[in-house]
Protein backbone atom coordinates (compact mmCIF):
# COMPACT_ATOMS: atom_id res chain seq x y z
CA UNK A 1 0.00 0.00 0.00
CA UNK A 2 1.23 3.36 -0.94
CA UNK A 3 1.24 6.51 1.50
CA UNK A 4 1.17 9.81 -0.17
CA UNK A 5 1.76 12.50 2.13
CA UNK A 6 -0.22 16.09 1.25
CA UNK A 7 -0.91 19.22 2.34
CA UNK A 8 -4.62 20.61 1.37
CA UNK A 9 -4.60 23.50 -1.17
CA UNK A 10 -1.32 22.51 -2.47
CA UNK A 11 0.02 20.94 -5.60
CA UNK A 12 -0.76 17.36 -4.06
CA UNK A 13 -3.89 18.04 -5.79
CA UNK A 14 -2.72 16.89 -8.82
CA UNK A 15 -0.84 14.03 -7.94
CA UNK A 16 -3.65 13.28 -5.80
CA UNK A 17 -6.47 13.83 -8.89
CA UNK A 18 -3.90 10.94 -10.59
CA UNK A 19 -3.94 8.92 -7.83
CA UNK A 20 -7.61 8.55 -8.11
CA UNK A 21 -7.51 8.25 -12.06
CA UNK A 22 -5.35 5.21 -11.52
CA UNK A 23 -7.51 3.80 -9.23
CA UNK A 24 -4.29 3.32 -7.40
CA UNK A 25 -4.39 1.63 -3.68
CA UNK A 26 -3.30 4.46 -1.10
CA UNK A 27 -3.54 6.01 2.11
CA UNK A 28 -2.97 9.21 3.09
CA UNK A 29 -1.23 11.30 5.69
CA UNK A 30 -2.29 15.08 5.73
CA UNK A 31 1.10 17.60 7.05
CA UNK A 32 -0.28 20.69 8.64
CA UNK A 33 1.35 23.54 6.51
CA UNK A 34 0.25 26.32 9.61
CA UNK A 35 1.89 24.32 11.91
CA UNK A 36 5.07 24.01 9.57
CA UNK A 37 4.69 20.40 9.75
CA UNK A 38 6.88 19.93 6.76
CA UNK A 39 9.62 20.85 8.26
CA UNK A 40 9.25 18.74 11.47
CA UNK A 41 12.34 16.42 12.11
CA UNK A 42 9.37 12.82 11.65
CA UNK A 43 9.10 14.40 7.84
CA UNK A 44 12.29 15.78 6.74
CA UNK A 45 13.43 12.21 7.51
CA UNK A 46 10.76 10.82 4.59
CA UNK A 47 11.56 14.27 2.67
CA UNK A 48 14.93 16.37 3.62
CA UNK A 49 13.64 19.06 1.36
CA UNK A 50 11.08 19.63 3.51
CA UNK A 51 8.20 20.02 1.12
CA UNK A 52 4.95 18.50 0.00
CA UNK A 53 4.19 15.89 -1.72
CA UNK A 54 5.64 12.52 -1.04
CA UNK A 55 4.71 9.52 -2.09
CA UNK A 56 6.10 6.27 -0.19
CA UNK A 57 6.05 3.37 -1.71
CA UNK A 58 6.21 1.02 1.42
CA UNK A 59 9.38 -0.69 0.60
CA UNK A 60 11.63 1.94 1.53
CA UNK A 61 11.28 4.26 -1.23
CA UNK A 62 10.18 7.39 -1.22
CA UNK A 63 9.19 9.83 -4.41
CA UNK A 64 9.16 13.86 -4.29
CA UNK A 65 8.22 15.97 -7.31
CA UNK A 66 5.00 16.38 -9.02
CA UNK A 67 6.05 16.07 -12.62
CA UNK A 68 8.66 12.79 -11.48
CA UNK A 69 5.18 11.28 -8.85
CA UNK A 70 2.41 11.87 -12.28
CA UNK A 71 4.61 9.96 -14.81
CA UNK A 72 5.89 7.23 -12.18
CA UNK A 73 1.54 6.84 -11.72
CA UNK A 74 0.87 6.81 -15.42
CA UNK A 75 3.93 4.16 -15.67
CA UNK A 76 2.66 2.27 -13.14
CA UNK A 77 -1.36 2.25 -14.09
CA UNK A 78 -1.02 1.48 -17.78
CA UNK A 79 -4.52 0.69 -18.44
CA UNK A 80 -5.61 3.61 -16.73
CA UNK A 81 -3.73 5.95 -19.84
CA UNK A 82 -3.50 8.83 -18.16
CA UNK A 83 -0.22 9.98 -19.99
CA UNK A 84 0.98 8.92 -24.07
CA UNK A 85 2.88 5.65 -24.05
CA UNK A 86 4.81 6.57 -27.45
CA UNK A 87 8.62 8.61 -26.46
CA UNK A 88 6.88 11.97 -27.96
CA UNK A 89 4.00 11.78 -27.04
CA UNK A 90 5.63 11.42 -23.27
CA UNK A 91 7.84 13.51 -24.14
CA UNK A 92 5.09 16.57 -24.91
CA UNK A 93 3.38 15.59 -21.80
CA UNK A 94 6.59 16.37 -19.51
CA UNK A 95 7.61 19.58 -21.54
CA UNK A 96 4.27 21.00 -20.17
CA UNK A 97 4.96 19.20 -17.00
CA UNK A 98 8.09 21.07 -16.64
CA UNK A 99 7.03 24.33 -17.45
CA UNK A 100 4.05 24.22 -14.79
CA UNK A 101 6.72 22.79 -12.76
CA UNK A 102 9.63 26.07 -13.19
CA UNK A 103 7.56 28.34 -14.84
CA UNK A 104 3.86 28.64 -13.67
CA UNK A 105 4.15 27.17 -10.13
CA UNK A 106 7.50 29.65 -9.39
CA UNK A 107 6.16 32.63 -10.86
CA UNK A 108 3.18 32.08 -8.13
CA UNK A 109 5.67 31.30 -5.40
CA UNK A 110 6.49 34.85 -5.25
CA UNK A 111 3.33 36.03 -3.88
CA UNK A 112 3.70 33.80 -0.81
CA UNK A 113 7.61 32.98 -0.71
CA UNK A 114 9.32 35.64 -1.58
CA UNK A 115 11.65 34.80 1.03
CA UNK A 116 13.39 31.72 -0.79
CA UNK A 117 15.14 34.11 -2.59
CA UNK A 118 14.90 37.71 -0.79
CA UNK A 119 15.38 39.25 2.09
CA UNK A 120 13.69 42.47 2.49
CA UNK A 121 10.44 43.14 2.93
CA UNK A 122 9.93 45.86 -0.34
CA UNK A 123 11.74 43.19 -2.22
CA UNK A 124 8.79 41.24 -1.08
CA UNK A 125 5.82 43.91 -2.00
CA UNK A 126 7.79 44.38 -5.24
CA UNK A 127 7.52 40.43 -5.92
CA UNK A 128 3.85 40.50 -4.84
CA UNK A 129 3.13 43.28 -7.21
CA UNK A 130 4.50 41.33 -10.52
CA UNK A 131 2.26 38.40 -10.19
CA UNK A 132 -0.67 39.09 -11.54
CA UNK A 133 1.72 39.85 -14.88
CA UNK A 134 3.78 37.09 -14.28
CA UNK A 135 1.22 34.56 -13.65
CA UNK A 136 -1.00 35.51 -16.53
CA UNK A 137 1.74 35.88 -19.20
CA UNK A 138 2.97 31.82 -18.31
CA UNK A 139 -0.66 31.21 -18.60
CA UNK A 140 -1.02 33.22 -21.60
CA UNK A 141 1.65 30.63 -23.31
CA UNK A 142 -0.28 27.91 -22.30
CA UNK A 143 -3.70 29.00 -23.80
CA UNK A 144 -2.65 30.30 -26.73
CA UNK A 145 0.44 27.43 -27.30
CA UNK A 146 0.06 24.37 -25.09
CA UNK A 147 -3.40 23.57 -24.67
CA UNK A 148 -4.37 21.62 -27.18
CA UNK A 149 -8.13 20.81 -26.72
CA UNK A 150 -9.94 19.87 -25.21
CA UNK A 151 -7.30 18.37 -22.97
CA UNK A 152 -3.92 19.44 -22.85
CA UNK A 153 -2.32 16.64 -24.79
CA UNK A 154 -5.70 16.69 -27.60
CA UNK A 155 -8.66 14.03 -27.10
CA UNK A 156 -7.11 12.31 -24.63
CA UNK A 157 -6.91 12.84 -20.52
CA UNK A 158 -3.57 12.86 -19.51
CA UNK A 159 -1.57 13.63 -16.00
CA UNK A 160 -1.03 17.40 -18.10
CA UNK A 161 -4.44 18.30 -17.46
CA UNK A 162 -4.50 17.26 -13.32
CA UNK A 163 -1.54 19.49 -13.11
CA UNK A 164 -3.08 22.37 -15.05
CA UNK A 165 -5.94 22.48 -13.42
CA UNK A 166 -4.38 22.68 -9.91
CA UNK A 167 -2.39 25.60 -11.40
CA UNK A 168 -5.58 27.10 -12.61
CA UNK A 169 -7.30 26.84 -9.39
CA UNK A 170 -5.24 29.71 -8.12
CA UNK A 171 -5.44 32.04 -10.73
CA UNK A 172 -7.92 34.54 -8.12
CA UNK A 173 -6.06 34.42 -5.67
CA UNK A 174 -2.77 35.52 -7.83
CA UNK A 175 -4.56 38.96 -9.03
CA UNK A 176 -5.51 37.37 -12.50
CA UNK A 177 -8.71 37.50 -14.15
CA UNK A 178 -10.04 33.88 -15.71
CA UNK A 179 -11.59 35.72 -18.50
CA UNK A 180 -7.92 36.88 -19.66
CA UNK A 181 -6.90 33.23 -20.25
CA UNK A 182 -10.48 31.50 -21.55
CA UNK A 183 -9.46 28.34 -22.80
CA UNK A 184 -7.85 27.58 -19.45
CA UNK A 185 -10.92 28.63 -17.86
CA UNK A 186 -12.89 26.04 -19.18
CA UNK A 187 -10.64 23.37 -18.93
CA UNK A 188 -10.97 24.25 -15.35
CA UNK A 189 -14.28 24.35 -15.19
CA UNK A 190 -14.56 20.86 -17.16
CA UNK A 191 -12.03 19.16 -14.85
CA UNK A 192 -13.96 20.18 -12.02
CA UNK A 193 -16.73 17.66 -13.39
CA UNK A 194 -14.62 14.51 -13.64
CA UNK A 195 -15.28 11.94 -11.39
CA UNK A 196 -11.49 11.52 -10.14
CA UNK A 197 -11.20 15.02 -9.66
CA UNK A 198 -14.23 15.27 -7.41
CA UNK A 199 -12.54 12.41 -5.46
CA UNK A 200 -9.33 13.85 -5.22
CA UNK A 201 -11.15 17.10 -3.48
CA UNK A 202 -13.17 15.60 -1.24
CA UNK A 203 -10.02 13.60 0.47
CA UNK A 204 -8.27 16.97 0.34
CA UNK A 205 -10.86 18.53 2.35
CA UNK A 206 -11.96 15.19 4.26
CA UNK B 1 18.25 14.53 -38.46
CA UNK B 2 17.40 16.63 -35.54
CA UNK B 3 18.21 20.68 -34.95
CA UNK B 4 19.64 21.30 -31.38
CA UNK B 5 18.90 24.70 -31.17
CA UNK B 6 21.31 26.07 -27.83
CA UNK B 7 22.91 29.09 -26.15
CA UNK B 8 26.10 28.72 -24.83
CA UNK B 9 27.16 28.71 -21.18
CA UNK B 10 23.24 28.22 -20.24
CA UNK B 11 21.51 25.38 -19.20
CA UNK B 12 21.26 24.02 -22.71
CA UNK B 13 24.68 22.22 -21.88
CA UNK B 14 22.78 19.14 -20.51
CA UNK B 15 20.87 18.21 -23.12
CA UNK B 16 24.33 18.42 -25.23
CA UNK B 17 25.84 16.09 -22.66
CA UNK B 18 23.52 13.19 -23.49
CA UNK B 19 23.00 13.93 -26.83
CA UNK B 20 26.76 13.02 -27.10
CA UNK B 21 26.48 10.42 -24.75
CA UNK B 22 23.71 8.75 -26.73
CA UNK B 23 25.22 9.16 -29.91
CA UNK B 24 22.64 10.98 -31.27
CA UNK B 25 22.64 11.83 -35.12
CA UNK B 26 21.56 15.86 -34.70
CA UNK B 27 23.02 19.06 -35.68
CA UNK B 28 23.59 22.75 -33.82
CA UNK B 29 22.25 25.70 -34.53
CA UNK B 30 23.17 28.68 -32.00
CA UNK B 31 21.00 31.10 -30.65
CA UNK B 32 22.72 34.23 -29.83
CA UNK B 33 21.66 35.52 -26.21
CA UNK B 34 23.54 39.02 -26.25
CA UNK B 35 21.62 39.80 -29.41
CA UNK B 36 17.88 38.48 -27.84
CA UNK B 37 18.16 36.17 -30.68
CA UNK B 38 16.05 33.72 -28.47
CA UNK B 39 13.11 36.21 -28.17
CA UNK B 40 13.28 36.80 -32.73
CA UNK B 41 10.39 36.27 -34.34
CA UNK B 42 12.04 33.43 -36.06
CA UNK B 43 12.98 31.38 -33.21
CA UNK B 44 9.64 32.69 -31.13
CA UNK B 45 7.73 30.16 -34.17
CA UNK B 46 10.05 27.13 -33.12
CA UNK B 47 9.53 27.49 -29.08
CA UNK B 48 7.38 30.52 -28.07
CA UNK B 49 8.38 30.19 -24.79
CA UNK B 50 11.56 32.36 -25.94
CA UNK B 51 14.12 30.26 -24.16
CA UNK B 52 16.73 27.85 -25.27
CA UNK B 53 17.22 24.76 -25.45
CA UNK B 54 14.62 23.52 -28.05
CA UNK B 55 14.64 20.10 -29.77
CA UNK B 56 13.64 19.87 -33.47
CA UNK B 57 13.09 15.91 -34.59
CA UNK B 58 12.56 17.18 -38.44
CA UNK B 59 8.54 15.87 -38.75
CA UNK B 60 7.84 19.28 -37.00
CA UNK B 61 7.73 17.98 -33.84
CA UNK B 62 9.41 20.43 -31.19
CA UNK B 63 10.15 19.71 -27.93
CA UNK B 64 11.48 22.13 -25.02
CA UNK B 65 12.32 21.71 -21.37
CA UNK B 66 15.53 20.36 -19.98
CA UNK B 67 14.01 17.49 -17.77
CA UNK B 68 11.86 16.25 -20.77
CA UNK B 69 14.49 16.44 -23.48
CA UNK B 70 16.87 14.61 -20.91
CA UNK B 71 14.25 11.54 -20.73
CA UNK B 72 13.53 12.06 -24.11
CA UNK B 73 16.89 11.16 -25.50
CA UNK B 74 17.17 8.56 -22.57
CA UNK B 75 14.26 6.69 -24.20
CA UNK B 76 15.07 7.11 -27.70
CA UNK B 77 18.55 5.34 -26.91
CA UNK B 78 17.90 2.35 -24.64
CA UNK B 79 21.07 0.85 -25.65
CA UNK B 80 22.96 3.57 -24.72
CA UNK B 81 21.55 3.46 -21.08
CA UNK B 82 21.11 6.94 -20.09
CA UNK B 83 18.09 6.69 -17.40
CA UNK B 84 17.26 3.64 -15.65
CA UNK B 85 14.12 1.82 -17.42
CA UNK B 86 12.48 0.35 -14.52
CA UNK B 87 9.53 2.93 -13.22
CA UNK B 88 10.85 3.18 -9.98
CA UNK B 89 14.39 3.94 -11.19
CA UNK B 90 13.03 6.19 -13.61
CA UNK B 91 10.78 8.43 -10.85
CA UNK B 92 14.53 8.52 -8.94
CA UNK B 93 16.09 9.77 -12.40
CA UNK B 94 13.16 12.32 -12.53
CA UNK B 95 12.71 13.46 -8.74
CA UNK B 96 16.80 14.35 -9.41
CA UNK B 97 15.73 15.90 -12.51
CA UNK B 98 12.59 17.92 -11.32
CA UNK B 99 14.72 19.14 -8.18
CA UNK B 100 17.46 20.48 -10.55
CA UNK B 101 15.06 22.30 -12.77
CA UNK B 102 12.52 24.00 -10.71
CA UNK B 103 14.39 24.65 -6.83
CA UNK B 104 18.40 24.45 -7.86
CA UNK B 105 18.01 26.58 -11.41
CA UNK B 106 15.57 28.61 -10.38
CA UNK B 107 17.61 29.87 -7.43
CA UNK B 108 20.08 30.49 -9.65
CA UNK B 109 18.27 32.55 -12.19
CA UNK B 110 17.23 34.98 -9.32
CA UNK B 111 20.94 36.40 -9.67
CA UNK B 112 20.49 37.24 -12.92
CA UNK B 113 16.83 37.11 -14.30
CA UNK B 114 14.92 39.26 -11.29
CA UNK B 115 13.37 41.07 -13.66
CA UNK B 116 11.18 38.00 -13.63
CA UNK B 117 9.83 38.45 -10.71
CA UNK B 118 9.79 42.00 -9.57
CA UNK B 119 10.37 45.21 -11.23
CA UNK B 120 12.61 47.31 -8.72
CA UNK B 121 16.30 47.19 -9.10
CA UNK B 122 16.54 47.46 -5.11
CA UNK B 123 15.00 43.80 -5.33
CA UNK B 124 17.19 42.62 -7.92
CA UNK B 125 19.85 43.57 -5.54
CA UNK B 126 18.56 41.62 -2.58
CA UNK B 127 17.98 38.56 -4.79
CA UNK B 128 21.28 38.65 -5.95
CA UNK B 129 22.66 38.91 -2.62
CA UNK B 130 20.70 35.97 -1.39
CA UNK B 131 22.00 33.93 -4.54
CA UNK B 132 25.03 32.82 -2.74
CA UNK B 133 22.85 31.21 0.73
CA UNK B 134 20.01 29.78 -1.42
CA UNK B 135 22.26 28.33 -4.35
CA UNK B 136 24.07 26.84 -1.50
CA UNK B 137 21.52 25.40 0.52
CA UNK B 138 19.86 23.57 -2.40
CA UNK B 139 23.09 22.16 -3.25
CA UNK B 140 23.47 21.07 0.22
CA UNK B 141 20.07 18.72 -0.34
CA UNK B 142 22.22 17.24 -2.93
CA UNK B 143 25.56 16.82 -1.02
CA UNK B 144 23.56 15.05 1.72
CA UNK B 145 20.68 13.18 0.46
CA UNK B 146 20.98 12.68 -3.55
CA UNK B 147 24.17 12.21 -4.90
CA UNK B 148 24.10 8.33 -4.32
CA UNK B 149 28.13 8.00 -5.37
CA UNK B 150 30.01 7.23 -7.18
CA UNK B 151 27.04 8.89 -10.10
CA UNK B 152 23.66 10.30 -8.60
CA UNK B 153 22.12 7.41 -8.97
CA UNK B 154 24.44 5.24 -7.65
CA UNK B 155 26.61 2.80 -10.09
CA UNK B 156 25.41 3.51 -13.38
CA UNK B 157 25.85 6.99 -15.02
CA UNK B 158 22.56 9.00 -16.64
CA UNK B 159 21.17 11.56 -17.31
CA UNK B 160 21.14 13.00 -13.66
CA UNK B 161 25.01 13.36 -13.90
CA UNK B 162 24.48 15.52 -17.16
CA UNK B 163 22.29 17.78 -15.54
CA UNK B 164 24.22 18.80 -12.33
CA UNK B 165 27.53 18.84 -13.42
CA UNK B 166 25.93 22.09 -16.15
CA UNK B 167 24.42 23.58 -12.52
CA UNK B 168 27.19 22.57 -10.58
CA UNK B 169 29.43 24.78 -13.03
CA UNK B 170 27.72 27.97 -12.02
CA UNK B 171 28.63 27.58 -8.09
CA UNK B 172 31.47 30.17 -8.20
CA UNK B 173 29.63 32.87 -10.46
CA UNK B 174 26.59 32.07 -7.48
CA UNK B 175 29.31 33.02 -4.94
CA UNK B 176 29.12 29.30 -3.41
CA UNK B 177 32.62 28.30 -2.16
CA UNK B 178 32.87 24.36 -4.17
CA UNK B 179 34.45 22.84 -0.66
CA UNK B 180 31.19 23.80 1.22
CA UNK B 181 29.80 20.79 -1.17
CA UNK B 182 33.03 18.81 -1.83
CA UNK B 183 31.20 15.56 -3.13
CA UNK B 184 29.37 17.93 -5.74
CA UNK B 185 32.95 19.37 -6.32
CA UNK B 186 34.04 15.95 -6.93
CA UNK B 187 31.45 14.97 -9.18
CA UNK B 188 32.14 17.96 -11.40
CA UNK B 189 35.98 17.67 -11.77
CA UNK B 190 35.50 13.73 -12.37
CA UNK B 191 32.49 14.10 -15.23
CA UNK B 192 34.65 16.84 -16.58
CA UNK B 193 37.11 14.00 -17.91
CA UNK B 194 34.56 11.98 -19.62
CA UNK B 195 34.04 11.82 -23.46
CA UNK B 196 30.56 13.10 -23.88
CA UNK B 197 31.42 15.84 -21.58
CA UNK B 198 34.57 17.34 -23.35
CA UNK B 199 32.66 16.67 -26.83
CA UNK B 200 29.47 18.78 -25.83
CA UNK B 201 31.93 21.68 -24.11
CA UNK B 202 33.85 21.47 -27.25
CA UNK B 203 30.97 21.61 -29.90
CA UNK B 204 29.52 24.56 -27.36
CA UNK B 205 32.80 26.33 -27.83
CA UNK B 206 33.20 26.43 -31.52
Chains 1, 2 share one sequence.
Not at 1 to 18: D, E, G, H, Q, V
Not at 35 to 44: F, H, I, K, M, V
Not at 45 to 73: C, H, M, Q, V, Y
Request: some cysteine; proline content about 6%; glycine content about 6%.
Amino acid sequence: MWTFYYAPNTISLATLIALEAAGAPYQITRLDFSANEQRSAGYLKINPKGRAPSLALGDGTILTETPALLAFIAQSFPQARLAPADPVGFAKAQEFNAYLCATVHVAHSHRIRGARWANEEASFEDMRRKVPQSVREAFQVIEDHYLQGPWVLGEAWSICDAYLYTLSQWLEADGVDPGAVPRVADHRARMGELPAVRAALAKERA
